[in-house]
């Protein structure tokens, strides 16, 4: 029928559309239940120091089991929650169970959250956090909420307003996927981050002696250096990986050269005493 039409190209293209928005109503379905029933989880994956190789702290990041669909990716869901807004509900849910699990840690240790732009522009977003904390009973200098450049295309002044007012509390702040997004310099000289997390694109493109992202991980460093801030290089895989971000002077290493996002019953496994002593003592963990 659609050759009859003439329109070939065009209707040849609507079963896959329609498919696309039918696989899409059913996620989104499904999401709207997930956290009742119980389907979301956290996983963790540790940050460590790039001088001593100890853990700093750990990033939560969000997983979803469910029963219809298996495990989601967060790049598929989180996007959805997002158009949706349930990423309200979830988001306040995870900031409970990090800060919760976090209270089971040695002190010294925080815990990194991700944060939308849709929570961040919620009025009721710094609540949200002064409430898990007093849950909880987490020291607020304990929780760093990691926020990407883009929150800043929205409505740069909320957010810069909520971001102070977390850091009232104590919270420190860290910039996600730095140098993937809109990169401008005006907020990193308006609001005082705790670390700057170098994307893994340039990581990789370092390791492979690209003169670009060589050029970019040192600018940044050199910055990160002078505005008195860590930096993080995110996705470090390899040894030549950590070689070449540690020389280039990150202070601080995530990636699954170290550790991939664990459950939270391995993740505190890296505090017990016989792991510790295992590695102190060189043998493999
Ligand atoms: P992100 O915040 O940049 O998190 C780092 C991502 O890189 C994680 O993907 C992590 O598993 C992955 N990763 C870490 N080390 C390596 C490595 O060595 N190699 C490779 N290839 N990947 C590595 P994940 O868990 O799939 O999360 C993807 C994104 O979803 C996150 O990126 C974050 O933007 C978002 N996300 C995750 N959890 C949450 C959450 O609770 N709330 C919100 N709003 N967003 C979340
Ligand atoms: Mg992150
Ligand atoms: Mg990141
Ligand atoms: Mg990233």
Not at 214 to 243: F, H, K, P, Q
Request: net charge negative; with cysteine.
């Amino acid at each position: 029928r659609a050759k009859d039409a003439g329109g070939g190209t065009h209707f040849n293209y609507e079963p896959a559309l329609h498919a696309h928005a039918e696989e899409r109503r059913q996620l989104e379905f499904a999401l709207r239940r997930a956290l009742e029933r119980n389907e979301l989880l956290v996983h963790y994956q540790p940050v460590v120091s790039a001088d001593t190789e100890t853990v700093l702290s750990f990033e939560a990041l969000l997983r979803w089991n469910s029963s219809e669909h298996g495990l989601v990716n967060p790049a598929k869901f989180v996007p959805l929650a997002e158009d949706t807004r349930l990423i309200l509900p979830i988001g306040e849910w995870v900031l409970r169970e990090a800060c919760a699990e976090a209270t089971r840690w040695p002190d010294h240790t925080k815990v990194a959250v991700n944060v939308s732009g849709e929570q961040l522009l919620d009025p009721h977003f710094a609540s949200t956090v002064v409430s898990a904390l007093a849950m909880t009973g987490l020291p607020a200098r304990r929780l760093e909420i990691e926020v990407t450049e883009s929150i800043f295309l929205r409505d740069a002044t909320t957010a810069r307003a909520t971001l102070e007012q977390i850091m009232g509390l104590g919270c420190s702040i860290a910039l996600d996927d730095f140098g993937t997004g809109y990169s401008s310099l005006d907020y990193l000289r308006k609001l005082r981050f705790s670390t700057i997390k170098v994307d893994r694109s340039f990581v990789q493109g370092a390791a492979q002696k690209n003169p670009e992202s060589l050029a970019i991980i040192r600018a940044v460093v050199a910055m990160a250096e002078s505005l008195g801030v860590t930096t993080t290089a995110e996705g470090v895989e390899t040894e030549s990986e950590l070689d070449i971000v540690k020389a280039l002077g990150c202070t601080k290493i995530q990636g699954f050269y170290f550790g991939r996002p664990m459950p939270p019953e391995d993740a505190r496994l890296l505090f017990s005493p016989r792991f510790v002593e295992r590695r102190r003592s060189g043998e493999a963990a």
